[in-house]
T-cell receptor, first 109, second 113 residues
């Protein structure tokens, strides 16, 4: 059974607007949550992470929010740029890493 | 340049013919792992290793073997490949502070006929 879920396979956003990508998880014992970005024909690259003891982490245009009671995290990209168009994976970890199925973000110029 | 390398990048083989996909990292990372990516299923961890001579099963270990004799290398072995192992495979590594970024290799596209 999928322990990390991304229920939106795709998302389209206008350039300059906010992109919000969502992720749900089932295991309350996860220690850390991470977001990765993937372009076609390349391996995923790390974007941002958040510890389970925090509820927000910010890095430039990227902010991750964690709602432990809802077992939900989200990635906010503000402002969105065409170069942000990629597949975004959320992941959760203890010793193992569990990835979601990915959300394909398209930023329209 | 810090990197994870995988070889081969593309491989077409036949059912039952043993193969090895190599993975090497130059960052002195303790933690290494293998993933497969399939449509609609995302990335699933096959095996991981927290250090030399220490390996553990991930979510989908059936049909795969790994070894970690040296810190930098973590080969993935398919002793008797089957068509359901046709997939895109990624190797990754991270430091002992492994809650932070994993560095991924470029991927190996495997087709088993």
């Amino acid at each position: 059974d999928q322990q990390v879920k991304q229920n939106s396979p795709s998302l389209s956003v206008q350039e300059g607007r906010i992109s919000i990508l969502n992720c749900d998880y089932t295991n309350s014992m996860f220690d850390y949550f991470l977001w990765y970005k993937k372009y076609p024909a390349e391996g995923p690259t790390f974007l941002i992470s958040i510890s389970s003891i925090k509820d927000k982490n910010e890095d430039g245009r990227f902010t991750v929010f964690l709602n432990k009671s809802a077992k939900h995290l989200s990635l906010h990209i503000v402002p969105s740029q065409p170069g942000d168009s990629a597949v975004y994976f959320c992941a959760a970890t203890g010793n193992q890493f569990y990835f979601g199925t990915g959300t394909s973000l398209t930023v329209i110029p | 340049e810090a990197q994870v390398t995988q070889n081969p990048r593309y491989l077409i083989t036949v059912t039952g013919k043993k193969l090895t996909v190599t993975c090497s990292q130059n960052m002195n990372h303790e933690y290494m792992s293998w993933y497969r990516q399939d449509p609609g299923l995302g990335l699933r961890q096959i095996y991981y290793s927290m250090n030399v001579e220490v390996t553990d099963k991930g979510d989908v270990p059936e049909g795969y073997k790994v070894s970690r004799k040296e810190k930098r290398n973590f080969p993935l072995i398919l002793e008797s490949p089957s068509p359901n192992q046709t997939s895109l495979y990624f190797c990754a590594s991270t430091s002992s502070d492994f809650y932070n970024e994993q560095f991924f290799g470029p991927g190996t596209r495997l087709t088993v006929l």
